[in-house]
């Protein structure tokens, strides 16, 4: 049986082909204020990728902040439940979960079978999201490469005052003309966001082991920072985080079918 | 390389300016008081003769506080007809930047300044001040000598602050001083913006365009949404009669008429800068203590 999920993010849209509970085709593209034409080409990298046509799927489940700007999709579920599912698949000895999406944090606490037992999204505002490293960045005038290479450099521990991604911009583009070391201004935007994050984790309780999901997953300096606030020595991230929500879609519109 | 040398448009920066009243002869005055407002965006200088106002400043903030205090003394001073630093018997600074403020006397919070500077500007009739600066909102209540009674504050999110302001009319190239003007010359108010976050407004706006929205429309959703914002926060003080806004979004009819309709009574108008009000009542201060000071 073939299935599919597709997580149609605020930033970005992802679709995942599943075939007897072995991913068989990912893709993903970058949405702007359209959500279709991402999802088009993100369908056919992971047709593609699979080899099939779209009429093989069984069946088709959608998630994410904009699924309902698309259509193509047999049912919904929502990002903290296919998130939950996937991450019991991946890892079955998570029982909390981090999401960073674009515009979106989320933390889950699950148990073995990714069942949600809490859970905490903050949809509201930019901190806490991948939206407000890509705002820092962009006040530093730095990629996202280098902005992630140049956070390891950094040992030192510079307060960022301000939550509000706005008003943050304003205090980093102080330290820049402050000539505050670049890599310290990076270490502090991901030491900011990671509060933001742990305060969340606290809210659903925190419970080893923790993984860590979605776009800004990778960054290696917010990992470090993370780990530091939880006071973890380890946190799980699989390969691909940012496919968690598309993956979990497609194995709950496969289980639906049983 | 003409491309680099061209200055890119800085849509959000508002006019400058400094003053002195032409009539007043500060040397007749017994007691000369200054304010100095450091606040996290703008700042601004009121030097008062005899608590009657005899010139200000106001300008943006630097990145360095004690730095932009005396840059808006110094042009306050510019304005006014030779008197110089050491001619103000007492200078009381006030704003998020108020204990940075070096040729200080004193440091005393923007609420009590606030409250105390509107009645000066408006009258005593005045019962509700609303500060819609830079990077706050104040809803104060207070009694007919400017005294707080009660107040509320939101300085956690820059949705409903002039610092949002300053980041939508940079997104939209409109300058910052034509935003509310412009955001009127709609037939209809358009739906409000939903996002609640300025960096998700952002987008939000960008997305509304995209769908055939004019500038002006876009102006419309993103002001209706923010007076709405601020409306929900200070309907948890009573907002008494009379009702005065201050700071720089005051300068916005965009934002000021929208807040009007929303709570059913019109706001006071003055002359006098909105945004000196911190500064006012700082030196209105700075005339007690002095007198104080002298008394023991």
Known sequence: ?258 | MVQAEEKEKEYWRWDESNWANPDMDWKAAKVISAGVDVGSVSSQAAIMADGELYASANTRTGYNSPESARNVMNWALEATDGMKLENIHFTVGTGYGRVKVPFSNKAITEIACHARGAVYMYGSTVRTVMDMGGQDLKAIRCDERGKVLSFLMNEKCAAGTGRGMEVIADLLEVPIQDVGRRSLEVDEDPPPVSSTCVLFAKSEMMSLLKKGYSVNQALAAYCSAMAYRVFTQIKEVDVIEDFVITGGIAKNPGIVTRLEKLLGINSLKTDVDYQLAGAIGAALFGRVLFERSKKK
């Open chain 1, 1 to 258: 049986m073939i299935t599919a999920g597709m997580d149609v993010g605020a930033k970005t849209v992802k679709v995942v082909i599943l075939k007897d509970g072995q991913i068989i085709g990912k893709g993903m593209a970058t949405a702007g204020l359209e959500a279709d034409g991402a999802t088009q080409s993100a369908w056919e990298r992971a047709l593609e990728e699979a080899g099939i046509s779209r009429d093989e799927l069984r069946k088709i489940f959608a998630t994410g902040s904009r699924r309902e700007e698309v259509s193509g999709f047999d049912e919904s579920v929502s990002e903290v439940v296919a998130d939950a599912r996937a991450m019991s698949v991946v890892n079955p000895e998570i029982r909390t979960v981090l999401d960073v999406g674009a515009e979106e944090g989320r933390a889950i606490r699950m148990d073995a079978k990714g069942k949600v037992l809490e859970f905490a999204v903050n949809e509201k505002c930019a901190a806490g999201a991948g939206a407000f490293i890509e705002a820092m960045a962009r006040a530093m005038q730095v990629s996202m490469d280098e902005f992630g290479a140049m956070s390891l450099q950094s040992t030192k521990s510079i307060p960022i005052n301000a939550q509000c991604a706005i008003f943050a911009e304003s205090e980093v583009v102080s330290l820049v003309h402050d000539e505050t070391d670049r890599p310290d201004i990076c270490k502090a935007i991901n030491d900011a966001i990671s509060d933001r994050l742990t305060s969340m984790a606290r809210r659903v309780r925190v419970e080893p082991k923790v993984a860590l999901i979605g776009g800004a997953a990778q960054g290696l300096g917010l990992q470090n920072s993370l780990k530091n606030d939880l006071g973890i020595d380890e946190l799980f991230v699989p390969d691909d985080p940012e496919f968690l929500g598309a993956y979990g879609a497609a194995i709950i519109a496969a289980e639906s079918q049983t």
